[in-house]
């Protein structure tokens, strides 16, 4: 099993910076990939962004692109998503994600909320 422990969440005006973090412990040496996702209240959640171990691949979705930045240490087993230029739109609760293989289960932290006021 692994443990992941979301960080950083907060209240923040439009324009602004937060930095979450995502703390994995258990059975890390396994994962090959983490996640970031998103749930606004009323909606699906929805994908933000993802780092690969092995070879520090990034995604992001369309929406944060240009504005979030993920990074990690596989090391630390540890992930960090920088959220810059902030919108009301980016009000969520935001989730730690991470996977052993393809096609998988993922494993999920608790969250944590993001309110971005205008």
């Known amino acids: 099993q692994v443990q992941l422990v979301e960080s950083g969440g907060g209240m923040v005006q439009a324009g602004g910076s937060l930095r979450l973090s995502c703390a994995a412990s258990?059975?890390?040496?396994?994962?090959?990939?983490m996640f970031w996702y998103r749930q606004a209240p009323g909606k699906e959640r929805e994908f933000v962004a993802f780092?690969?171990?092995?070879?520090?691949?990034?995604y992001y979705a369309d929406s944060v692109k240009g504005r979030f930045t993920i990074s990690g240490d596989s090391a630390k087993n540890t992930v960090w998503l920088q959220m810059n230029n902030l919108k009301p739109e980016d009000t969520a609760i935001y989730y730690c994600?991470?996977?052993?293989?393809?096609?998988?289960?993922?494993?999920w932290g608790q969250g944590t909320q993001v309110t971005v006021s205008s």
């Open positions: 994600a991470a996977a052993e293989a393809p096609g998988r289960d993922k494993y």
């Open positions: 258990g059975r890390t040496f396994g994962l090959y990939k």
């Open positions: 780092i690969t171990w092995s070879i520090g691949s990034l």
